[in-house]
């Protein structure tokens, strides 16, 4: 099992950046990893995903060319650099990893952090 807890949200202004990070309690080089959102009354989507190696990014058109995945495997944390946040961008960010060559659905997914809140007050 794959324990995951995301930190770094918070309260900021349109256009400001923040970076959320999400720590694993074991080694999970070989998990794929993504990052999903949530407002209340929608379903969670896709953000951004990265394979194991971090060779293989995939971000959600809403957020390609503002939002960076990265990981760092020795540290067993992934990343998710917001930039240019836009108001929109609000909801509960979560962090998932997966055994998955998919990477961009829900179900590709077993493990799941808590969340951590962005809100993007305009």
């Given at each position: 099992?794959?324990?995951?807890?995301?930190?770094?949200?918070?309260?900021?202004?349109?256009?400001?950046?923040?970076?959320?990070?999400?720590?694993?309690?074991?080694?999970?080089?070989?998990?794929?990893?993504?990052?999903?959102r949530q407002v209340p009354g929608k379903e969670r989507e896709f953000?951004?995903?990265?394979?194991?190696?971090?060779?293989?990014?995939?971000?959600?058109?809403?957020?390609?060319?503002?939002?960076?995945?990265?990981?760092?495997?020795?540290?067993?944390?992934?990343?998710?650099?917001m930039n240019s946040l836009k108001p929109e961008d609000t909801a509960?960010?979560?962090?998932?990893?997966?055994?998955?060559?998919?990477?961009?659905?829900?179900?590709?997914?077993?493990?799941?952090?808590?969340?951590?809140?962005?809100?993007?007050?305009?």
């Amino acid at each position: 099992q794959v324990q995951l807890v995301e930190s770094g949200g918070g309260l900021v202004q349109a256009g400001a950046s923040l970076r959320l990070s999400c720590v694993a309690a074991r080694t999970f080089g070989t998990y794929a990893m993504g990052w999903f959102r949530q407002v209340p009354g929608k379903e969670r989507e896709f953000v951004a995903a990265i394979s194991g190696g971090g060779s293989v990014t995939y971000y959600a058109d809403s957020v390609k060319g503002r939002f960076t995945i990265s990981r760092d495997n020795g540290k067993n944390r992934v990343y998710l650099q917001m930039n240019s946040l836009k108001p929109e961008d609000t909801a509960v960010y979560y962090c998932a990893a997966g055994r998955t060559a998919t990477m961009r659905r829900r179900n590709d997914y077993d493990y799941w952090g808590q969340g951590t809140q962005v809100t993007v007050s305009s």
